[in-house]
């Protein structure tokens, strides 16, 4: 009776889950095999199938797998037209080994002869859209082989004019063309007819035509004279193709690519997975989920070659997981996702995207590594996205997260986009966290607009809400951070910023004042490592333009002495003022926990000096002969005496004009020659603080700015300042102008003086060093025998070591040698100091050996990297080697030893730890 009992209760149990469940009682297998047979059964492992035609003719249940044989090669497109269910999904991987099954939207070719030369051909019944050699995708037979035409004149957005295109009416007729048409989009067309001059398009472009932008043509087969270029002629099915190095193709192997799709899901695809498979060649994409989905999971796939995309999910997905593929070689982008909701995207691995102008998507998608438009409650974690020709993240929607993400390389063929990059309307609460973004690099390429405005991070217009948090951000070509027009309310913390080529963080407002506004900026290390580079750039029609408020963040350039650069745009260009940290403090407040660089270098060290003075009269003591008033109504250049400066000084007084009105003094006649490098040396006063500037310019209109260009901070202690620059025009007659603007009023200035040097470089790499952890697990960092500082002025040595996904940067222990008087150049050969050992303590002294001798007596001198002397010890002997001990108490730190005599110059370091 027990048994009984539980056999009835099984069946009931049973009876109900087949009347809850839309499966089917039974799941099938479908297996698929190169050395199978389309006439087996196709389920079992015994007895499978050959081809994916085979396999279209299922139609598919619940629970059902397709499975396909490991390492082997299947050509076709899978076309599934049903749903899984949660508890039973459909499941498309492979069997058999660990090796994927591979799905190829590409046929080989065969039969190749000689047509001409290098030109080979082959007979082929499909029209191709792909055609590869060896795994390399050859392009369309192209004119020109190399670079770009230019619009000339444009006619709407279905035609233009360029008379540079010489060849007879109709010869472009049918021709594919490719254009630039704005910073962020390349499009392509086809020729429907070329005559006077004119080529007009088959469909109307989506953007009007720009005349300057720059296009090539393709696809007709008189262009086919390059190594790697293909074409193929309809009306005889015929594929010619200009081989590498005269290798006859048959010797190759040479496909193309004729299937769309690897899987095409339509009426169908939710609760699916996808693993373990190769999918490669597609003349579109790999994965195209034509509808609305849920429940997918696609892991452990390989995407290589697609035409366009690896996962397409344009009708929007819910419940999804993309994990663990790899991206590569895809013309348009890796992954595309329309309206993609509780969803994550982890641990990809996408490479070289997008990386063939003109080729890919017509739309603004094209060279994404990952684009997510209108998502909700995605998170973009751990993926490495590496040289994709636009952004690495493209986001946009609603509680989103793109955290400990690799990017290095992106937007490399576009120049007005981010490695991450949002935009709004429908963009709030979004998390961007803990990425490395390196290299964000831009193009001008076949564009008009010369000015590269690529950022590690771009917000544009309409965001709100968005949390900036931890991320490391280094070598952007223009901004580490922007965040543009009409952005509200972000958090932007903890970042570091590390050498980008236009400024560190970036605010811009445009027209509609107020737009920008509400954002709270703390806990950032900005760190530049150019001249003339911002720290905090604030763009804006309206003067004090303050969008944050700021606090407790560092301000680093050691090239540099300004935080903060304020760009006011008006209607006769761009007025520019630039401030110090405690010019900001004092002028607007805040910042009050914040730090500013504490020493400065030059990129260039000075070896020699060429002895000839260029500057008449830069030490002020009768007169200022010599210097012009440039502008008399709002200048006045006075001499004076009555300063910390030395016996007589040029006084400037601004005395009318706006705010942004300057006056300038110049200096002729200085013989500059191209390549030549010149150190730059001036002492300056006031009693306020402010900047004044100094130019090389020309002597004739519009007095260009050659070279230097730069602005110093003066305040009520004297300032001495040395500067070494290169002149890089072959313009040799200039002139040398300071200028003084409104605001600052009031300057004196003395001992200016410019001569040729020779010169070497010290990379700015190498003094302040990045170290960067993209991995998920601590890393250490050996610091050998080097010691560093750290931006609180601590130091590390020994190693260094960095929680995941961060980073750090320590400055060599040479860079901390400040305000101490350089020492004038020795005209004895060779002159050489040794201190060892060079991490001692103060109990131990030091060993000194010095290898040159001046005269019969000197002086050492030790001085802390504060510029405090501490010891000061006369020496009546020269010495070959001697040994000093130290005063006791000495902090740990860096300490500059001089040796100085009648005749020489010497310093070296030592450390006490």
């Known amino acids: 009776m027990k048994t009984k009992r539980w056999k009835f209760g099984l069946h009931v149990v049973f009876g109900m889950w087949l009347l809850c469940s839309n499966s089917p009682l039974f799941a099938t297998n479908y297996y698929l095999s190169n050395a199978g047979n389309d006439a087996n059964t196709g389920i079992t492992i015994s007895s499978p199938w050959a081809s994916i035609d085979k396999l279209n003719t299922v139609v598919?249940?619940?629970?059902?797998?397709?499975?396909?044989?490991?390492?082997?090669?299947?050509?076709?497109?899978?076309?599934?037209?049903?749903?899984?269910?949660?508890?039973?999904?459909?499941?498309?991987?492979?069997?058999?080994?660990?090796?994927?099954?591979?799905?190829?939207?590409?046929?080989?070719?065969?039969?190749?002869?000689?047509?001409?030369?290098?030109?080979?051909?082959?007979?082929?019944?499909?029209?191709?859209?792909?055609?590869?050699?060896?795994?390399?995708?050859l392009l369309l037979a192209r004119f020109p082989n190399s670079g770009y035409y230019h619009h000339q004149q444009a006619a709407g957005n279905y035609a233009f004019i360029d008379s540079a295109l010489t060849q007879p009416d109709h010869y472009w007729d049918g021709a594919g063309i490719r254009m630039r048409s704005a910073d962020?989009?390349?499009?392509?067309?086809?020729?429907?007819?070329?005559?006077?001059?004119?080529?007009?398009?088959?469909?109307?472009?989506?953007?009007?035509?720009?005349?300057?932008?720059?296009?090539?043509?393709?696809?007709?087969?008189?262009?086919?004279?390059?190594?790697?270029?293909?074409?193929?002629?309809?009306?005889?099915?015929?594929?010619?193709?200009?081989?590498?190095?005269?290798?006859?193709?048959?010797?190759?192997i040479t496909e193309t690519g004729i299937y769309d799709y690897g899987i095409l899901f339509q009426n169908g695809g939710s609760n699916c997975t996808i693993e373990n498979l190769q999918f490669e060649k597609q003349n579109k994409d790999a994965l195209h989920y034509a509808d609305a989905v849920t429940n997918i999971t696609i892991r452990f796939c390989r995407f290589l070659l697609q035409g366009e995309t690896g996962i397409k999910l344009p009708g929007g997905a819910s419940i999804a997981t993309i994990s663990n593929n790899t991206f590569q070689k895809i013309k348009g982008a890796a992954i595309i996702a329309n309206q993609l909701t509780d969803a994550s995207v982890f641990q990809n691995t996408i490479r070289l995207i997008g990386l063939i102008?003109?080729?890919?998507?017509?739309?603004?998608?094209?060279?994404?590594?990952?684009?997510?438009?209108?998502?909700?409650?995605?998170?973009?974690?751990?993926?490495?996205?590496?040289?994709?020709?636009?952004?690495?993240i493209n986001l946009t929607g609603l509680h989103l997260v793109a955290e400990k993400n690799y990017c290095s390389y992106n937007v490399l063929h576009f120049n007005n986009q981010g490695g991450i990059y949002s935009y709004g309307?429908?963009?709030?609460?979004?998390?961007?966290?803990?990425n490395i973004i390196l290299h964000t690099e831009g193009s001008i390429e076949a564009s008009i607009n010369q000015e590269i405005n690529t950022c590690g991070i771009f917000l544009d217009e309409e965001t709100d809400h968005y949390f900036i948090i931890s991320n490391s951000i280094a070598y952007a070509t223009s901004f580490g951070i922007t965040i543009y027009r009409g952005g509200t309310n972000h958090v932007i913390s903890g970042n570091l910023v590390y050498g980008c080529g236009m400024g560190q963080l970036n605010f811009t407002e445009g027209s509609i004042e107020g737009s920008n506004a509400s954002h709270l900026v703390t806990n950032n290390r900005l760190y530049a490592i150019h001249e003339n580079v911002a720290i905090v750039n604030l763009n804006s029609d309206f003067e004090n333009f303050i969008p944050a408020a700021f606090d407790s963040n560092y301000y680093f350039n050691p090239y540099d002495f300004f935080a903060y650069t304020n760009i006011l745009n008006t209607s006769s260009g761009k007025e520019i003022q630039q401030f110090t940290l405690s010019q900001w403090q004092a002028l607007y407040g805040g910042d009050a926990e914040s730090k500013a660089t504490f020493f400065f270098r030059n990129r260039y060290a000075a070896t020699s000096i060429s002895g000839i003075e260029l500057i008449g009269n830069g030490t002020f003591t009768n007169n200022t002969d010599n210097w012009v008033n440039d502008t008399p109504d709002n200048l006045m250049v006075l001499l004076d005496n009555s300063t910390p400066l030395d016996n007589g000084c040029m006084k400037l007084v601004t005395t009318t004009g706006g705010p942004f009105n300057y006056g300038e003094t110049y200096h002729s006649g200085i013989q500059?020659?191209?390549?030549?490098?010149?150190?730059?040396?001036?002492?300056?006063?006031?009693?306020?603080?402010?900047?004044?500037?100094?130019?090389?310019?020309?002597?004739?209109?519009?007095?260009?700015?050659?070279?230097?260009?730069?602005?110093?901070?003066?305040?009520?202690?004297?300032?001495?300042?040395?500067?070494?620059?290169?002149?890089?025009?072959?313009?040799?007659?200039?002139?040398?102008?300071?200028?003084i603007s409104v605001p600052d009023s009031l300057a004196w200035l003395d001992n200016i003086s410019l001569q040729e040097v020779q010169a070497v470089y010290e990379d700015p790499l190498k003094k302040s060093r990045l170290f960067i952890n993209n991995q998920s697990q601590p890393v250490s960092f050996n610091l050998l025998d080097s010691v560093f500082y750290d931006l609180d002025q601590q130091i590390v040595s020994g190693a260094v070591i960095l929680p995941p996904f961060s980073s750090t940067v320590l400055i060599f222990d040479s860079a901390l040698i400040t305000n101490i008087a350089q020492p004038e150049i020795s005209l004895n050969a060779n002159p050489s100091l040794f201190i060892y050992p060079s991490l001692t303590t103060a109990l131990n002294g030091i060993n000194i050996r010095l290898l040159h001798k001046g005269s019969k007596s000197g002086h050492l001198t030790i001085i802390n990297s504060q510029g405090k002397m501490i010891l000061r010890h006369a020496i009546q002997q020269p010495f070959d080697m001697m040994h000093l001990d130290l005063p006791s108490g000495l902090l740990p730190g860096i300490y500059i030893l001089m040796f100085d005599d009648k005749l020489i110059h010497l310093q070296g370091k030592f450390i006490i730890q």
Not at 64 to 79: C, Y
Not at 384 to 390: E, R
Not at 425 to 434: F, K, L, M, Q
Not at 725 to 736: A, G, M, P, V
């Open 60 to 137: 598919f249940q619940p629970g059902d797998s397709i499975l396909f044989s490991s390492g082997n090669v299947f050509s076709g497109q899978l076309n599934v037209n049903a749903n899984g269910t949660a508890l039973q999904p459909l499941v498309i991987t492979t069997y058999g080994g660990s090796d994927p099954a591979i799905i190829s939207g590409a046929q080989p070719v065969s039969g190749w002869t000689i047509y001409s030369g290098n030109i080979y051909k082959a007979t082929f019944a499909v029209t191709p859209s792909q055609f590869f050699i060896n795994q390399q995708p």
């Open 425 to 434: 309307y429908n963009a709030d609460s979004v998390t961007i966290r803990s």
């Open 357 to 392: 102008p003109g080729y890919g998507i017509n739309t603004l998608q094209q060279g994404y590594g990952i684009s997510l438009d209108n998502g909700t409650s995605v998170v973009i974690s751990e993926n490495v996205i590496d040289s994709t020709g636009n952004s690495a």
């Open 672 to 739: 500059a020659d191209s390549g030549s490098f010149y150190q730059f040396d001036f002492s300056c006063y006031s009693i306020r603080d402010g900047n004044t500037a100094f130019f090389q310019k020309e002597v004739v209109p519009p007095f260009g700015i050659l070279d230097l260009g730069r602005y110093f901070p003066f305040s009520n202690l004297r300032n001495d300042y040395s500067i070494i620059y290169q002149h890089n025009r072959n313009i040799s007659d200039t002139r040398l102008v300071a200028r």
């Open 184 to 252: 962020r989009r390349y499009e392509y067309n086809t020729v429907s007819k070329f005559e006077n001059d004119t080529v007009y398009f088959t469909n109307a472009a989506i953007l009007d035509v720009t005349p300057g932008m720059g296009y090539y043509l393709d696809n007709i087969f008189t262009e086919l004279d390059t190594a790697g270029e293909w074409y193929y002629d309809s009306s005889t099915s015929t594929i010619y193709c200009y081989s590498f190095s005269g290798t006859d193709p048959q010797q190759q």
